[in-house]
């Protein structure tokens, strides 16, 4: 079993970037897929990115495509997600998630693992 805690959420302006740190504990990340979501006020839990356990595949969803970058550095047991560009719709609750078999890394329930989620607020 794996713990994850997400860190490095903040108030931000449109236009501004943001790195998101998802650390791990119990077991080595870069053995799980880990993936990004996103629930913003009053709507369901959203895919953001996700990466394979290998490190071989990414899925990005339509909305941050060329804007967001999802890493496992695994030195360091974390996963990131590097923002950039933000808009006021990027304002939201972000959650990593990890383990699973990989097999549809963008849907929530391929994910048994999950932090408590960091806040992202991006002002216009």
């Known amino acids: 079993q794996v713990q994850l805690v997400e860190s490095g959420g903040g108030l931000v302006q449109a236009g501004d970037s943001l790195s998101l740190s998802c650390a791990a504990s119990g077991r080595i990340l870069s053995t799980y897929p880990v993936g990004w979501f996103r629930q913003a006020p009053g709507k369901e839990r959203e895919f953001v990115a996700a990466i394979s356990s290998s490190g071989g595949r990414t899925e990005y969803g339509d909305p941050v495509k060329g804007r967001f970058t999802i890493v496992v550095v695994n030195n360091k047991n974390r996963a990131y997600l590097q923002m950039s560009s933000l808009k006021p719709e990027d304002t939201a609750v972000y959650y990593c998630?990890?383990?699973?078999?990989?097999?549809?890394?963008?849907?929530?329930?391929?994910?048994?693992?999950w932090g408590q989620g960091t806040e992202v607020t991006v002002s216009s």
């Open positions: 998630a990890a383990g699973g078999s990989g097999s549809n890394l963008n849907m929530a329930s391929s994910y048994p693992y």
